[in-house]
T-cell receptor, first 117, second 113 residues
Framework: DTGVSQDPRHKITKRGQNVTFRCDPI?????LYWYRQTLGQGPEFLTY????????KSRLLSDRFSAERPKGSFSTLEIQRTEQGDSAMYLC???????????????FGPGTRLTVL | KQEVTQIPAALSVPEGENLVLNCSFT??????LQWFRQDPGKGLTSLLL?????REQTSGRLNASLDKSSGRSTLYIAASQPGDSATYLC????????????FGSGTKLNVKP
């Protein structure tokens, strides 16, 4: 049984560069979430997908951020023109949302730690 | 907007002690509440999920309670062990948007051998 995986685990980049992170959810999960966590804080919701559809985006997700889930499986989060304030842990989570509507718990990946110099 | 607060921010206890972590939330219209554990530099591990209709959940040495009317949840850890050292996060999903978790900033627990 494989859990949620994220790649890379660590990324160091210079201000102004573009970065892309990947998340592979648990295989039968149809929902995928992205969160951002800064040091000493809890995670903050960024966006989520049901299958390939992006259903909600937080105001935290500026126009420099874009997320995709093209085939309803893995997802990518891209940050363009990175800024030092983007330095954080980016967490991905997945869950199964049955037709009946009862929510299931979200399973989190290990995160990608981004450092912008 | 839901605000989630966790007190204390840090806690250090000797091994074997029973302890309580607190979580409070401002909007009682919750769908569920979840407690997570996070080890340094790692992702989150779900410990207990309490639906809004439930009062408590238990798993091993952990017991979580929920009082919606007062906007509070507690996580009780019995007979603490050094391996329990981690940050514990409380997360709340509201009824009008249960796809989004609002997290507290966590309680960092250190259990001394």
């Amino acid at each position: 049984d494989t859990g949620v995986s994220q790649d890379p685990r660590h990324k160091i980049t210079k201000r102004g560069q573009n970065v892309t992170f990947r998340c592979d959810p648990i295989s039968e999960h149809n929902r995928l979430y992205w969160y951002r966590q800064t040091l000493g804080q809890g995670p903050e919701f960024l966006t989520y997908f049901q299958n390939e559809a992006q259903l909600e985006k937080s105001r935290l997700l500026s126009d420099r951020f874009s997320a995709e889930r093209p085939k309803g499986s893995f997802s990518t989060l891209e940050i363009q023109r990175t800024e030092q304030g983007d330095s954080a842990m980016y967490l991905c989570a997945s869950s199964f949302w049955p037709t009946g509507g009862a929510t299931d718990t979200q399973y989190f990946g290990p995160g990608t730690r981004l450092t912008v110099l | 907007k839901q605000e989630v607060t966790q007190i204390p921010a840090a806690l250090s206890v000797p091994e074997g002690e029973n302890l309580v972590l607190n979580c409070s939330f401002t909007d009682s219209a919750i769908y569920n509440l979840q407690w997570f554990r996070q080890d340094p530099g790692k992702g989150l591990t779900s410990l207990l999920l309490i639906q809004s209709s439930q009062r408590e959940q238990t798993s091993g040495r952990l017991n979580a309670s929920l009082d919606k009317s007062s906007g509070r949840s507690t996580l009780y850890i019995a007979a603490s062990q050094p391996g329990d050292s981690a940050t514990y996060l409380c997360a709340v999903a509201n009824i009008y948007n249960f796809n989004k978790f609002y997290f507290g900033s966590g309680t960092k627990l250190n259990v001394k051998p």
